[in-house]
C-alpha cells in the first residue's frame, strides 16, 4: 500500500508539472492580392513600390514582374492607405488604394504571440493606372488564399 | 364429509388437542428456521444507505499555496450505497493567473465549477480500502481576462496596452478513471484518483481562446489529472470495518 501511495502521489505531481505549447506554427496575417487585366491574371513588368500612406513605410520595395501580393495590415487603423507606385522606361504612375476594415484580436494561448485578424468592408482606388479592385475574400487571417483582384487599365 | 377428504386421512379424523399440538409444532419449526436464516441474511445484505462523505482535494490548495499556474480548489459529498455505488457531487473554484513567458500575453480567471458523476467499488470486502472507478460530468461557465500591457504592432510600429476584459465562455467535459481509498483513522480517510479529461463542448468569444477551464485544467481536447482527497466518511460504512476487524 505505501508503494501505490507513493507511486500515485509522483504521477500526481508528473501530470501536474507536464506541459506543452500548441502555438500556430504559421501565424503570419497577411493581405493576398492578384492582378488582373482584361479578365485574366497579369504580371507588372515595370518596378512596383508599395507604401503605407501616412508613415510611408516601406511594404514592397522596387519589386519587378509581380502578379500576386502579401501585404501585412495595420493592427489599430479602421481605414489602410496604401500607395502603389510604378516606374517604368520614362514613365511613372501613382495610385492610391483604401481598405476600410474592421480588426479583431486572436488570442490563442499566454505563450503564443498575440495578432490581430481583419474583415475588409470596403476597398477604394484612384484610377491612374487601376481599374478597379474587387473583394474575393474579405476574411484576413493565417489563410493564404485571395483576398483582392486588382484590375488594371 | 366428503369435502375434507383430501389427503391421506382427514382432518376430521385427527382429534381436537393433537391438532393443537401439531399447530405448535408447525409454529415452532417455522419460527425455529426464521432465526437460523436471520444470521445468514444479515451476513449478506449491505443496507441500501451506507452513509455519507465530505471531502476536499488536497492538490488544489497545494498548488495555490505554491503559487503554482493554475489550481481547482475543490470540495465534495458523496452518498455511500450497498458499499458499491456513490453518487458523486463535487463543487470547486478554478484560479489561474498565467503570463506568458516571452510575450508578455497574460490570462486571468477564478471562477466556479461543478461535477456529478459516480464512483464503483470494486472491492466486494468491507476492509476500509476501496478501488473505485470513476465517471464524472463536469460543467462551467466563467469569464476570463486576457491583457498585453505593451502589445505592438511590429511593422506600422504603434505600441498600446491591450486588455479584453470579462469574456464569457462555457465549457462541459467527462472524466473517466480509477482511484484507490484507504482508512487512516476511524472515519476518516485519504483517497487518491487519476482521471482521463475529454472535453465535450467549449463556447468561446470569436478570437479569445480560454488557456485554461475551472474543473478541466488546460484547455485542451482531452487532459489527465488527478486528485488527493481527505475524507470524512459518516455512516454505517465508516465504522463497520473496524467492527469486523475486532
Not at chain 2, 377428504?5 to 393443537?20: E, F, I, L, S
Not at chain 2, 466563467?142 to 511590429?154: G, L, T, V
Not at chain 2, 491591450?162 to 462541459?172: E, I, R, S
Request: aromatic residues 12%.
Amino acid at each position: 500500500m505505501r508503494r501505490v501511495r507513493l507511486l500515485i502521489t509522483a504521477l500526481t505531481l508528473l501530470l501536474a508539472s507536464c506541459e506543452s505549447y500548441d502555438c500556430t506554427l504559421y501565424n503570419y496575417v497577411g493581405l493576398y492580392g492578384s492582378f488582373y487585366r482584361g479578365g485574366s491574371a497579369v504580371a507588372i513588368s515595370d518596378t512596383l513600390t508599395i507604401t503605407s500612406g501616412r508613415k510611408g513605410i516601406v511594404l514592397l520595395n522596387q519589386a519587378v514582374g509581380t502578379s500576386s501580393l502579401n501585404l501585412p495590415m495595420s493592427y489599430w487603423n479602421e481605414e489602410d492607405t496604401l500607395v502603389f507606385s510604378i516606374k517604368g522606361n520614362g514613365y511613372q504612375a501613382r495610385d492610391s488604394v483604401w481598405i476600410a476594415k474592421s480588426n479583431l484580436v486572436h488570442y490563442e494561448s499566454p505563450d503564443c504571440p498575440m495578432t490581430l485578424f481583419h474583415t475588409i468592408q470596403s476597398v477604394g482606388s484612384t484610377n491612374e493606372f487601376i481599374d478597379s479592385i474587387s473583394i474575393i475574400r474579405s476574411s484576413v487571417n493565417y489563410e493564404t488564399t485571395e483576398n483582392l483582384r486588382i484590375y488594371l487599365r | 364429509m366428503k369435502r375434507q377428504k383430501t389427503c391421506g386421512y382427514t382432518c376430521a379424523d385427527v382429534p381436537t388437542g393433537r391438532r393443537t399440538q401439531l399447530l405448535l409444532l408447525l409454529l415452532c419449526m417455522i419460527c425455529l428456521s426464521l432465526h437460523a436464516e436471520e444470521p445468514q441474511k444479515k451476513k449478506e445484505k449491505n443496507p441500501v444507505f451506507y452513509g455519507v462523505a465530505v471531502s476536499a482535494d488536497l492538490v488544489g490548495f497545494i498548488m495555490k499555496a505554491a503559487d503554482a499556474k493554475y489550481a481547482n480548489m475543490e470540495v465534495a459529498a458523496r452518498i455511500n450505497l450497498l458499499d458499491k455505488f456513490f453518487p458523486v457531487a463535487e463543487l470547486g473554484i478554478g484560479d489561474c493567473r498565467r503570463e506568458g513567458a516571452e510575450t508578455g500575453n497574460t490570462f486571468s480567471t477564478t471562477a466556479p465549477y461543478m461535477r456529478f458523476g459516480l464512483n464503483y467499488n470494486f472491492n466486494k470486502k468491507h476492509n476500509g480500502n476501496r478501488l473505485f472507478g470513476i465517471f464524472r460530468y463536469g460543467f462551467s461557465s466563467f469569464k476570463f481576462d486576457i491583457a498585453n500591457e505593451s502589445f505592438s504592432d511590429p511593422v506600422y510600429g504603434t505600441t498600446a496596452p491591450l486588455h479584453m476584459d470579462g469574456l464569457k465562455a462555457t465549457a462541459q467535459w467527462l472524466e473517466f478513471g480509477i482511484g484507490v481509498e484507504t482508512k487512516l483513522w476511524k472515519f476518516i480517510r485519504l483517497g487518491w484518483s487519476a482521471r482521463y479529461n475529454m472535453r465535450l463542448a467549449l463556447s468561446r468569444p470569436e478570437g479569445g481562446e480560454p488557456y485554461f477551464i475551472p474543473g478541466f485544467g488546460k484547455n485542451d481536447d482531452s487532459g489527465w489529472g488527478g486528485n488527493m482527497n481527505i475524507i470524512f466518511d459518516i455512516g454505517k460504512g465508516s465504522f463497520k470495518s473496524s467492527k469486523e476487524k475486532k
